[in-house]
């Protein structure tokens, strides 16, 4: 008999596509910011502004600025595709992000090695 939690969870999971989006988008932020390097718990700051920001926002557009404006960051290498194909779902990513924002960073530190 199936769990109907996990048919919920499942429903309300980002898409493989999506969370590669949404990986894609924290580590072209990170990259850009520079500070990272100098600080031992790096990661810390980063997952804070990162639920900060999806905490404050209502949509993938709010959430960059936000999250790049608390990193003192004031352009991006990124097309604006990716950030629209992500607000389409704004509700779902920012609630992944607010939910699983260690799993993301995680996502995003492994890409830096």
Request: charged residues 25%.
């Amino acid at each position: 008999m199936n769990n109907p939690q996990v048919i919920e969870h499942k429903k309300d999971a980002l898409t493989q596509e999506q969370e590669q989006d949404l990986i894609n988008l924290l580590k072209t932020i990170h990259k850009k910011c520079q500070i990272w390097d100098k600080f031992q718990y790096a990661d810390d700051g980063f997952s804070e502004n990162i639920k900060a920001a999806a905490q404050a926002t209502t949509s993938i557009r709010e959430f960059v600025n936000v999250l790049c404006d608390s990193l003192s960051i004031s352009s991006l290498p990124l097309k604006s595709e990716l950030i629209d194909q992500l607000d389409k779902h704004a509700n779902l990513v920012l609630r992944s992000l607010r939910k699983e924002t260690v799993y993301y960073v995680i996502k995003v530190s492994e890409a830096r090695v």
